[in-house]
């Protein structure tokens, strides 16, 4: 018994130089070395395009014709991924499955100076987070107990107060003229902060509306807010313009089809062709 714990100990003792050895050679053919223990400055990231900064100088609202649903997007067309975000879950049957263009309509623009997309993303992002309060927070004692009325005993009680959430375009326009207004922390549409005595100044802005009774939701608008009514003819100046700027682009070069009367491809390629190299293809 003991010889043969002797054995094996003896046989583990002598085996040790070789591991070390093995794993001190392999660390310096894969090139190992030591953490050098100095701290190193952070590089610095690579340089990416400038951003756009006419980016978000255009904020559109579409509302829903039947749930009274509003998206917010910069775009003139409703996408339907960053749409279906922006739509809650209040309710079993209260929230699409997917986005029907004909369902959806343009309500209103909201257009800031050239130059200002800066202060258009500080806008959507105030009125998105307002939007989250609303379905969060239902207002005063008396506005909570009368949402607290629209839920019936039994299954599926409260699908009226999902539909009570889900009518959020009277609200939309309440917050935008707050939000236009300067509410919200960190609104970047102060051009000018308030101080003491002096109250500040604000950036224009100009709203154009499908309905002029639309912007009777809000009780009050600023100052620096201007209304204009008729977003369907700018939307229709809009997609004549992008129509002649792709009728304008030159279009591209096609080979002639061969036929009677005409070279075919062979006459095509040698009026491209410099002379000293017609010869050859001739």
């Not at 400038?50 to 917010?72: C, G, M, Q, R």
């Not at 970047?188 to 224009?204: S, T, V």
């Amino acid at each position: 018994m003991n010889t043969t714990t002797s054995f094996s100990v003896a046989r583990l003792v002598a085996g040790l130089p070789r591991v070390s050895i093995r794993e001190a050679h392999t660390r310096a053919r894969m090139g190992y070395k030591k953490p050098d223990p100095t701290p190193k400055p952070t590089p610095k990231g690579r340089k990416g395009p400038k951003p756009d900064v006419s980016y978000a100088e255009k904020i559109w609202l579409f509302t829903h014709t039947h749930n009274n649903h509003v998206v917010y997007s910069h775009t003139t067309t409703l996408k339907a991924n960053k749409a279906l975000r922006q739509i809650p879950f209040n309710g079993k049957k209260l929230r699409p499955a997917s986005i029907r263009k004909d369902y959806w309509r343009p309500m209103a623009m909201i257009e800031f100076p050239q130059g200002q997309g800066e202060v258009g993303r500080s806008v959507l992002q105030k009125l998105r987070e307002f939007r989250k309060r609303h379905e969060l927070e239902w207002g005063d004692q008396e506005t909570i107990e009368k949402m607290r009325k629209l839920i019936k005993p039994g299954r599926g009680g409260g699908h009226e107060l999902g539909k009570a959430l889900n009518d959020q375009k009277a609200n939309s326009v309440a917050d935008i003229a707050a939000v236009l207004g300067g509410s919200g922390k960190g609104n970047r549409i102060w051009a000018k902060p308030p101080q003491d005595e002096d109250p500040g100044e604000l950036h224009e802005a100009t709203i154009y509306w499908a309905e002029e009774v639309d912007q009777a939701y809000a009780q009050a608008w600023p100052q620096n807010v201007k209304h204009v009514l008729g977003l369907r003819h700018l939307l229709k100046a809009e997609a004549e313009a992008q129509q002649e700027s792709a009728e304008q682009q030159p279009p591209a070069p096609q080979a002639p089809e061969g036929g009677e009367g005409s070279e075919g491809v062979t006459g095509w390629l040698k009026s491209k062709l410099r002379p000293s190299a017609q010869t050859s293809v001739a």
